[in-house]
């Protein structure tokens, strides 16, 4: 039985959760379950999980999956559900409030609501379900997103409560962030996944806000605190898949004493969520990355003794 000052606190602190994935094996070691957050300080044109940058709940709709019924006409409150002469539904989505109400009346699953509000005790009895996974392969929580970082209250509240049933916790972030919000979350994490985009700056700038010296700034504070990080490695087409790209993350990770490295090959699986929630794509014409070219960059560092792995 806790302490009632802590269940008083798990049930009152509340974040916003656009998914929780359970049995991952490359966030972390051991078996994790994810835990992702809403909201997002970048905006990553590759990015997978692109329900993930609005930091409020948004509506999605799988058009292919439209039967064209209308009882998302008939129930949405904004008159944003539209049934075209053709049968066809679209969704005008600068009038969506995201009350979900659709999402909740679709037999065909076409729609989904990303992001909903929920305590702390409502995520982590989700979690607590894969407890016997964390014993027996020294897994944990991982903490992701989107940015983490952004609910900083919220992420060091999970992570408490985690650690109260003995689970390990992880924390991923791409340290994009004013420092007082990341080591709010990042304090009592047990391990850091730092991304790291891009070793150039004026790259950094077409995707963010805050400049790549912050993100650098804030890996070594957490070094300096301690702290056990992972460096991760997004592999782009054209972007960053070169050789002194490669040199400086090693760079990078030398000067912050970092030996864990893994490179993540970019990858078209988070494509269809994009019309799905009204963004356009623009990697569509770039090709996948094959494992086979990222393995000879990894194996340049790994002669370099750092220990990397693809995919995490």
């Not at 065909?108 to 409502?122: D, P, Q, T, W």
């Not at 991982?142 to 999970?158: D, I, K, V």
């Not at 080591?183 to 070793?199: G, N, R, S, V, Y």
């Not at 090693?250 to 799905?276: C, M, S, W």
Request: net charge negative; charged share 25%; aromatic share 8%.
């Amino acid at each position: 039985m806790f302490n009632h000052r802590f269940d008083e606190i798990e049930k009152q602190t509340k974040g916003i959760v656009f998914n929780i994935e359970h049995f991952h094996v490359h966030d972390g070691e051991g078996i994790r379950t994810n835990v992702f957050l809403k909201g997002c300080s970048l905006h990553c044109p590759w990015c997978c999980n692109p329900e993930s940058i609005h930091p409020v709940p948004q509506i999605a709709q799988y058009q292919k999956l439209c039967t064209g019924c209308g009882k998302c006409v008939e129930v949405c409150p904004e008159h944003c559900c539209i049934q075209k002469e053709d049968g066809n539904v679209i969704t005008d989505f600068s009038q969506c409030c995201a009350c979900g109400k659709c999402a909740s009346v679709c037999p065909a699953g076409a729609r989904e609501l990303f992001g909903k509000r929920m305590s702390v005790s409502e995520v982590i009895a989700e979690v607590e379900k894969d407890s016997v996974y964390f014993i027996n392969s020294d897994g944990g929580l991982t903490l992701s997103g989107g940015e983490a970082c952004l609910q900083p209250e919220f992420a060091r509240e999970l992570i408490r409560a985690a650690h109260r049933r003995y689970i390990p916790a992880a924390l991923e972030t791409a340290g994009a962030v004013e420092w007082e919000r990341l080591w709010q979350a990042a304090k009592e994490a047990d391990e850091i996944l730092m991304d790291l985009k891009t070793t150039d700056s004026l790259q950094f700038e077409k995707i963010g806000r805050f400049s790549l010296d912050t993100v650098m700034e804030n890996m070594c504070k957490l070094a300096e605190a301690g702290k056990n990080i992972t460096l991760r490695c997004p592999i782009i087409p054209n972007f960053n898949d070169n050789e002194g790209h490669i040199q400086k993350v090693a760079e990078t990770a030398r000067r912050v004493g970092v030996n864990r490295i893994d490179f993540l090959p970019f990858h078209q699986l988070g494509r269809h969520k994009y019309a799905a929630i009204g963004k356009n794509y623009q990697m569509t014409d770039y090709p996948e990355m094959k494992d086979t070219i990222v393995e000879k960059m990894a194996e340049c560092l790994r002669k370099e003794g750092f220990h990397v792995s693809i995919g995490g």
